[in-house]
């Protein structure tokens, strides 16, 4: 189980009423959509992501919980790959919405399908459905920006790759928003085709969504090299952990690997000493409770002394290094 720093478990428990809170608003926002559908296929579009968008959350709610487990000689690296595997569910519910409604919304688009809104009785006056969806849509639109970017900075700190890209889904839901009601509007002024077109813009942006945090998923499962809450690049702690290893006096060269469990980090050093009679069991301790103290997501780390760095280490480059590399 991960000890967490109190800063660290704070905004745990914040990233956690933040995805209570998505919830409620999503529960909210899917009954309001579903009152106003009517037959535009931007509104069906619109609706369908606001469903998907439960998984994250959901996902993100119950990787924490089974994380808090303990390792056991059954799962030795402890419980934290339930964050991939949420991430994973994520990208191929995304997926798999986004490729239906692409062929859904084209096929209406290619066979010219014209989609009609009538009108509805409000307080005794007949009002076009369109306004109310237009106004609906305008509505929910900016609160998942402010809990976007509220989530983000926590998922940077907690190194939680479901809660950066429920964020990340969380920003873009305003473009959703108002693309549904660019394609009402289109409806309004007698340009049907502009209701496709807006939700195939919808669906490509749920796809786009869906393939990139699968494609990262999967990697992260793969144990690709370890990398950033948002994938952007390899996590700057294999630089730091070789840093501090190469300047113990009885180290010659050094490399390392690391392994991202989730909101951990498992990481093996390989280490080629100076003497080899200088590097006994007291150096080696020595040198993982350094590694350790690091920082709060290296909760397990492995020191391997060699005669020569494996080629799949990420390591510090010696001027030697260089010169064979030119």
């Known amino acids: 189980m991960t000890h967490l720093p109190d800063e660290h478990l704070e905004a ?32 069906k579009a619109a609706w369908l992501e606001d469903l998907l968008s439960f998984i994250p959350p959901i996902a993100f709610l119950i990787a924490v919980r089974v994380s808090r487990r303990a390792a056991t000689i059954s799962h030795p690296y402890g419980y934290h790959r339930a964050v991939a595997v949420g991430h994973l569910v994520s990208g191929i519910a995304l997926t798999s919405m986004a490729v239906f409604l692409i062929v859904d919304s084209g096929s209406g688009l290619l066979l010219a399908e014209h989609p009609t809104i009538g009108t509805i009785e409000v307080f005794g006056q007949r009002v076009w459905l369109g306004w109310l969806m237009i106004a609906v849509m305008l509505l929910i639109a900016w609160p998942p920006v402010i809990i976007g970017h509220k989530k983000i900075k926590l998922a940077a700190k907690l190194h939680d790759k479901v809660l950066y890209a429920d964020a990340d889904m969380n920003k873009a839901d305003w473009q959703t928003a108002v693309g549904s009601a660019v394609g009402v509007a289109g409806i309004g002024l007698g340009l049907w085709w502009l209701d496709s077109v807006a939700a195939l813009f919808i669906s490509g942006s749920i796809m786009w969504d869906g ?30 952990l070789n840093t501090l290893v190469a300047a113990h006096d009885w180290v010659e060269r050094t490399g390392c690997r690391l392994r991202d469990q989730g909101h951990e980090l498992h990481a093996e050093v390989f280490v080629v000493p100076r003497a080899p009679a200088d590097a006994g069991l007291i150096e080696c301790a020595q040198l993982t409770e350094a590694c350790l103290r690091l920082d709060w997501k290296l909760r397990d780390v492995v020191v391997v002394l060699v005669a020569e760095l494996p080629p799949y280490a990420h390591r510090l480059l010696s001027p030697h290094d260089h010169a064979n590399e030119d």
């Open 12 to 43: 745990r428990r914040k990233a956690i009423r933040l995805e209570w809170i998505t919830i409620a608003f999503l529960a909210v926002t899917v009954t309001l959509v579903y009152l106003v559908l009517g037959n535009s296929q931007a509104m």
């Open 211 to 240: 393939v990139r945090n699968l494609r990262i998923a999967v990697l992260d499962l793969m144990d690709e090299q370890a990398r950033t809450y948002d994938g952007k690049r390899p996590h700057p702690l294999g630089a730091e």
